[in-house]
């Protein structure tokens, strides 16, 4: 009975570890791109956001500055510019001068265990939790 009771909280425990895990990943690139966007906003700049596999480095044109963050859960980035994949390009209007979709696209983060969380970008550069919209149909 000791056996299966420590088991089940071992279990319990790693699973609750591992999405603590993800969320704090979640929160930190949430915060990232929401900065970013309002940094383009405010400070009449463009600020390129690279993903390099679990590297991320946020670059303000105005002044040449680079800001370089790991974020271990980075499982995909779906998100295409004119000027390259795997990047998003904020402005003062929002992504939507530098998109290759309508909408913008999507990053998917997932943990150890397989849990996900998705952050998509829109053309306005709005950063909100969920997926890109599939079902919207391009001209």
Not at 42 to 65: L, P, Q
Not at 92 to 104: D, E, F, L, P, Q
Request: proline share 1%; aromatic share 10%.
């Amino acid at each position: 009975m000791i056996f299966l009771l420590l088991t089940i909280a071992v279990v319990y425990g790693s699973i609750l570890w591992d999405l603590q895990r993800l969320d704090k990943d979640f929160n930190q690139l949430y915060l990232l791109l929401r900065t970013a966007r309002v940094d383009a906003l405010y400070k009449d700049t463009t600020v390129i956001v690279r993903f390099n596999g679990n590297t991320v480095t946020v670059t303000n044109e105005k002044d040449s500055k680079n800001k370089t963050t790991a974020i271990s859960m980075i499982a995909r980035v779906d998100y295409d510019t004119t000027m390259g994949k795997n990047m998003i390009v904020f402005d003062w209007r929002g992504t939507a001068a530098h998109n290759k979709r309508v909408h913008g696209g999507e990053i998917m983060l997932r943990s150890w265990l397989g849990f996900r969380r998705y952050i998509h970008v829109n053309c306005n550069g709005l950063v909100k939790e969920g997926r890109y919209p599939k079902d919207v149909k391009l001209p």
